[in-house]
């Protein structure tokens, strides 16, 4: 049976979690975006287009190459200026207009289609004017009314520099009868957009720069992470390391970093059968009318199976290994306790790692991680007793007493231990109240002083502390406590994934499809399609069993295996003989070895150019393709010789 079907059945159950992530995921591009809509729409509604100059009010959008193509945030801007009644908006794309004329046209049909509700409008009936003529939009302007016209150029530098100067040019002239208003989006630097333009097209705008802060990948991978809920997919360690080190290397959109996220989930859903046990209803009978046997035979394969199993026989409870074995309605009522329970655990990391990090936010060390950073090590069960622990645990002893209770008071919703510690140390910090300075433990540097004393002409130094109040003391034995509840929760909290039952479902860890997806290499796939051309056609005539070259391969493969064979001076004459010998077409069988390749080339026989081709075209056609490839070229030296520039696997 199909258990891929079974899976592909349950995909509205088990992708709620993608749309979860991917909602908060654009709430979190939105509200980091509100302050450049709020500015770039205030500055269009509020700059002044003078009509008795030529200057042009102009918005330099300056960001960084990952969010200036986000569609999202132009989207955005163009709906906040639109919310103007009197404002028009048109967005102008690079690939859309080639020229000036075509770029005229485009805008007159923007804009007056916005107020018919009809693109198709023909405004041109209203005057007679060509469709490129900019009169066409200065009388739909004063038929209605309109205070402003906005041109959005959302990737200047994609425009031509000869276009985007005719473009400013032209709406200059016209700023006596059209208000026109112009937003640049750069992706490089003000700088470098004015040495595309001449001085005498610089005059003629009246720039406000506008920067974008770039959004951290950091808060994008914990806003996709973080809404887990049941039914959950976590990253694994490898993975998560692949894809943070990939943004960072690589120029990539926000739009890019969701998509590679989608993929991964979609990855996970698709190609897993055993991810319906993910499922969020609660109805047993509809969980296990979903199942078949080979789903129970799927998870009796898992290591993680085995190292459960292995327990129970550790602990001797032979029967319950030979039920799980045996019996698929045992080890359905296994799967479905011990998943809740992994989940919970998984559940558990995650909370740890928000509380690792609000400690984190109220000490003071040389660099605090990054939840990313949090995140891969918690995945690789690498955090608990880590050195990062220790020096957190480490300068959380030596905090004073108002740093201490604001950092209990933030946890205590989270850690119950800390409510009858916050009420204890609000107490002594109430006896207190009289003093300025505030409490601090045994373990604060300022308790410690250095003595210096001369020995035999020798300088010793040594460390004394200073004797400790009363209240210190009592503050002392206060930090130890929450030295310790932290501690315990630590240790319970940051386990290894990887030692969960049925980890396999719940963490998805598999570099290979994200590499292959996002990481194309074009040459090795063209080589070992040369190489081994049956691995992309699937035929029957192309399969060497021997590995060897075959006459019914497409002549390209051919004439590349014999290349790969010669040096780096690649007499003609030889290869010539050498290629003939094998598509020469002596006999009937060898024939039907030429209609094979010519099925395999064309697709069909009666397409091809002439089914009787001779094996010197096939050479020309096959050396002309090795040429286009950049693999030889002619030599200098011999005109009877080729010289070889690639070599396979470098």
């Not at 959004?215 to 973080?226: A, R």
């Not at 003595?451 to 503050?475: C, F, G, I, N, P």
């Amino acid at each position: 049976m199909d258990i891929q079907g079974a899976n592909l059945n349950s995909r509205e159950t088990t992708l709620p979690p993608l749309a979860l992530a991917m909602t908060e995921y654009e709430n979190v591009l939105k509200e980091h975006y509100t302050t450049i809509v709020h500015d770039v729409a205030s500055f269009v509604e509020n700059v002044e287009v003078n009509p008795n100059t030529r200057e042009l009010p102009s918005g330099l959008i300056v960001a960084a190459p990952n969010v200036t193509n986000q569609s999202s945030l132009t989207d955005a801007i163009t709906q906040q200026i639109r919310t103007n009644e009197d404002i028009v908006v048109v967005s102008l794309l690079s690939t859309q207009l080639p020229n000036l004329k075509t770029a005229l046209k485009y805008v007159n049909q923007q804009a007056t289609s916005q107020f018919d509700g009809n693109s198709d409008t023909n405004w041109t009936q209203r005057g007679q004017y060509l469709n490129y003529d900019l009169q066409m939009l200065h009388d739909c302007i004063q038929t209605q009314k309109i205070r402003k016209v906005v041109l959005y150029l959302r990737d200047s530098e994609g425009f031509e520099e000869s276009l985007l100067s005719d473009l400013i040019d032209t709406f200059s002239s016209w700023m006596d009868r059209i208000p026109v208003v112009l937003i640049f989006g750069i992706a490089t630097s003000i700088d470098l957009f004015q040495e595309r333009l001449s001085q005498a097209t610089l005059s003629l705008l009246q720039a406000t720069p506008f920067e974008i802060n770039q959004l951290d990948v950091d808060i994008l991978f914990k806003t996709i992470m973080t809404p887990v809920r049941p039914p959950g997919l976590w990253l694994g360690p490898s993975l998560s390391r692949s894809i943070l080190q990939r943004h960072a290397e690589f120029v990539q959109t926000t739009n890019d970093f969701a998509r590679s996220m989608k993929y991964l989930y979609m990855t996970h859903f698709f190609s897993n059968p055993l991810s319906i046990l993910t499922m969020t209803s609660d109805d047993v009978d509809t969980l296990e009318s979903f199942l078949q046997h080979e789903h129970f035979e799927a998870i009796r394969t898992l290591p993680s199976f085995r190292s459960y199993a292995k327990k129970l026989m550790d602990a001797g409870d032979i029967d319950s290994v030979r039920s799980l074995l045996d019996d698929d309605r045992a080890l359905f009522d296994a799967v479905r306790t011990n998943l809740k329970l992994s989940k919970n655990s998984l559940h558990e990391v995650m909370a740890s790692i928000e509380v690792l990090r609000t400690v984190q936010s109220t000490i003071s060390l040389k660099k605090n991680a990054t939840w990313s950073e949090l995140y891969i090590l918690a995945m690789s069960g690498e955090l608990d007793d880590s050195s990062l622990v220790r020096e957190v645990l480490l300068s959380v002893k030596k905090m004073p007493s108002d740093s201490m209770h604001g950092l209990i008071t933030q946890l205590s919703h989270r850690l119950p231990a800390f409510n009858k510690i916050s009420e204890d140390l609000a107490k002594l910090m109430a006896a207190t109240k009289g003093d300025s300075a505030p409490l601090r433990s045994e373990h604060d540097i300022h308790h410690n002083t250095l003595r210096t004393t001369v020995v035999a002409q020798k300088v010793e130094l040594s460390k004394q502390t200073a004797a400790l109040s009363k209240q210190d003391m009592e503050y002392s034995k206060i930090v130890s406590r929450v030295d310790t509840v932290l501690r315990e929760y630590f240790q319970q909290s940051f386990i290894n994934p990887q030692d969960l039952f049925l980890h396999e479902i719940l963490i998805y860890d598999a570099k290979s499809p994200y590499r292959d997806a996002f990481t194309p290499r074009p040459r090795f796939a063209v080589e070992r399609a040369l190489s081994s051309p049956h691995d992309y056609l699937g035929c029957t005539c192309c399969n060497s069993d021997q590995g060897g070259l075959s006459s019914t391969q497409p002549t390209a493969a051919i004439l590349y295996q014999l290349y790969l064979e010669s040096g780096s001076q690649i007499n003609v004459s030889d290869l010539w003989s050498a290629f003939s010998t094998i598509v020469a077409t002596e006999d009937p069988e060898d024939e039907e070895a030429e209609q094979q390749r010519n099925l395999c080339v064309h697709g069909n026989i009666n397409d091809s150019p002439s089914t009787n081709v001779t094996a010197s075209a096939l050479f020309s056609q096959a050396l002309a393709e090795l040429k286009y490839m950049g693999m030889v070229k002619g030599s200098r030296k011999k005109t009877d010789h080729l010289t070889k520039l690639a070599w396979k696997g470098l």
